[in-house]
RNA sequence: GCCGCCGUAGCUCAGCUGGAAGAGCGCCGGACUGUGGAUCCGGAGGUCCCGGGUUCAAAUCCCGGCGGCGGCCCCA
C-alpha cells in the first residue's frame, strides 16, 4: 500500500516540527493584528477559473465532476482565491480586513525536491487599502514569520508588475513579454551569459538585448537600485519608483533582508502591483515563499465592487524541509517527559496513578501501555526521548518517597512527588 | 509534460556470469530476578514494484507501465 504520487506521510519528528512552525506564524500573525479565516479545500471550479493563467488551469489544479451532483469542483490551489471569494460575498467587512489562512493546498506538477502535490501554506493577506503600508505590513509579518521559525538568513525581493509593463512593454515595445520575462527570471540559475544568449536565440535583436542586459542588473539593496533606476526608466515609470521607495522604507530593515530585483517575476496572472519573493541565503531551496498585490481579483469574482488587496504565503513545507535537513531541527525541539516505571507489573496501577498526577501538573508524562518488564520500559523510555525516569516499585509506594533519573546528566534525586513535579518543572 | 538514476523485510542494502530469498539496524518476546541507553538467546515480518516476454528454470535477461529521487519547465 502506498500514498498517490506526490503525498507523502509526514512521520513523528518531522510533524512535530511542523506542528511547532505552525504554532509559530499563528502567534506571529497574530502579533500583527491579523485574524484567522478558514475557507474549504474544495472550491467550485468556475470560482478558481480564470485567476491563475493559462499553464495553472490547464495543468497544475486538480479538477473533477462529482459523480453524484455532475457539477465540477476543484481543489484549492491556493489560499488568495479563496479569500477573494469570501470577501467579494462579504460587503460588509470592516475594511481593511487583515486575515491569515494555514492550510493545505494541492497542486498537479510533477513531484521533485521540496516539490509535492500537496504542501501547507501560510498566507497573510490585507484587503481594502490601495497603500504601500498594506503592502510593507504583509512582507514584514511574513519576513518576521520566517525568522521566528529559525530562518533568520531569510529575505525578500522586491519588484513591480508596473514597472515590469512600463519597462518591458513601453520602453522596450515588446508586445508580448511573457516569454522575455521567463528568460529574464532564469538569471539567478543560468547567469547574466546565459539569458543573454537565450534572449539572442528566441530572436531578439542585439541592441534590445543589450538594454535588457543593462536593465536586469539593477537589483540589490534599494539605495543603489533606486539611483540607476532613476537614470535609466523614462518619465513614466517616476510614479512606480516613487511608490517603490515608500515601501523600501517600511519594510523592516537589516542589511539583507531586503532588495530590489528587476528580474524578478512571478507566475501568476492576478497580481498588479508591488511583488515579493522571499529566499534563504545558506541553503540550496527553492523560494520558500511569495505574493503581492492583487487589485483586480476581487473584482473578478463580485459583479457590484472591486477592493484593492495585498497578500504573501510562505510555503510551510519548504520551510520544515530546510529545518529538518539542513539544519537539525528534529532534536531541538525536545521538550521535558517523565517516563513513569513500574518495577512489577502489579504496581502499574500505582505508576498509572503518578503518570495522570504530573500531567495534571502540565508536565508532559508517559507510561508503558504493555506490561513490559522493567529492563524493557527503560528501554523504551529512554529511545522514546524521556528527558526523565521516575521509578515506581514498593519500597517507594510503601515510603512515598520516589527516585527520579534524570537522563542527560546520569543525577538521581529521591523526594516526594510534589517536590519531584517541581524539580521536574524547573528542568 | 520532458530527461537521467533507482525500485529485494519497517529502514539501509547485499544477492543479479539465470538454478530452493539474505545481513545489519529496527520491531516483538525471554534471560541477567530494583534504576545496565550494555550483553546474550529466541521470534515475527517479503506477490524480490506491477504486467507481459525469453527459458526446463527469472529477484537476476528483454519490453511496457507504476512509483521514488535528482534535473528541466513551473512554483511554495
Redesign the pocket.
Known amino acids: 500500500m ?7 506521510d509526514i512521520e513523528p519528528d518531522v510533524a512535530r516540527v511542523r506542528y511547532k512552525v505552525i504554532d509559530e506564524l499563528r502567534r506571529n500573525y497574530e502579533l500583527f493584528g491579523f485574524n484567522p479565516l478558514e475557507t474549504p479545500a474544495i472550491e467550485y471550479w468556475e470560482t478558481l477559473s480564470g485567476k491563475y ?1 493559462e ?2 488551469e490547464s ?2 489544479i486538480w479538477r473533477f465532476v462529482d459523480p453524484f451532483s455532475n457539477r465540477e469542483y476543484a481543489l484549492r490551489y ?1 489560499l488568495t482565491v479563496p479569500l477573494a471569494r469570501y470577501v467579494a460575498s462579504h460587503p460588509e467587512l470592516p475594511l481593511p480586513f487583515k486575515r491569515y489562512q494555514i492550510g493545505l ?1 494541492w ?1 498537479h ?9 500537496e ?1 501547507m ?1 501560510a498566507d497573510a493577506d490585507i484587503v481594502g487599502s490601495p497603500y504601500v503600508e498594506a503592502d510593507a505590513e504583509v512582507v514584514n509579518v511574513t519576513l518576521k514569520g520566517l525568522w521566528s521559525v529559525g530562518l533568520s538568513d531569510a529575505y525578500v525581493r522586491i519588484n513591480h508588475r508596473k514597472l515590469i509593463y512600463h519597462v518591458f512593454e513601453k520602453e522596450l515595445q515588446i508586445d508580448n513579454p511573457l ?1 522575455i520575462l ?2 529574464v ?2 538569471l539567478d ?2 547567469g547574466p551569459s546565459g539569458v543573454e544568449s537565450e534572449l539572442l536565440r528566441v530572436g531578439m535583436n542585439e541592441s534590445t538585448v543589450r538594454r535588457i542586459m543593462e536593465l536586469i542588473q539593477i537589483r540589490g539593496r534599494w539605495g543603489e537600485a533606486e539611483e540607476q533606476l532613476r537614470k535609466v526608466v523614462s518619465q513614466g515609470g517616476v510614479e512606480v519608483i516613487n511608490e517603490l521607495a515608500e515601501l523600501f522604507s517600511l519594510i523592516t530593515s537589516s542589511d539583507r533582508s531586503s532588495m530590489f530585483d528587476l528580474s524578478m ?4 496572472d492576478y497580481y498588479t502591483g508591488p511583488i515579493f ?2 529566499n534563504v541565503e545558506s541553503t ?1 531551496a ?6 503581492g498585490r492583487y487589485d483586480g481579483l476581487i473584482g473578478l469574482l463580485s459583479k457590484k465592487m472591486d477592493l484593492p488587496a495585498t497578500g504573501a ?6 520551510v520544515v524541509d530546510i529545518l529538518v535537513r539542513e539544519k537539525q531541527a528534529v532534536n531541538a525541539y525536545r521538550e521535558v517527559k517523565v517516563y513513569v ?1 513500574y ?2 507489573q502489579e504496581l502499574y496501577k500505582h505508576a498509572w496513578e503518578i503518570a495522570m498526577f504530573l500531567r495534571n501538573k502540565g508536565i508532559r508524562a508517559e507510561i508503558d501501555l ?7 520500559q ?3 523510555a ?2 522514546s ?1 524521556a528527558t526523565h ?1 521516575l ?8 515510603t512515598s518517597m520516589y ?1 527520579l ?1 534524570e ?2 546528566s ?1 543525577q ?1 534525586i529521591t523526594a516526594g512527588l510534589e517536590d519531584i513535579a517541581k524539580h521536574v518543572q524547573s528542568a
Not at 504565503?313 to 519548504?318: A, M
Not at 521509578?391 to 510503601?398: D, L, S, T
Open positions: 502506498s500514498v498517490p504520487k506526490g503525498f507523502r493563467g499553464e495553472a495543468k497544475l491556493d493546498v497542486r506538477e510533477e513531484p521533485q525536491r521540496m516539490r509535492y502535490r504542501f501554506q516569454p521567463r528568460i527570471d532564469k540559475k543560468i517575476v512571478r507566475g501568476l519573493e522571499f540550496v527553492p523560494s520558500v515563499g511569495g505574493g504565503s510562505i510555503g510551510v513545507d519548504r516505571i518495577l512489577k504493555m506490561r513490559r518488564s522493567e529492563a524493557k527503560r528501554k523504551n529512554l529511545s526521548g525516569l521509578f515506581v516499585g514498593e519500597k517507594e509506594i510503601a527516585t533519573y537522563v542527560s546520569g538521581r
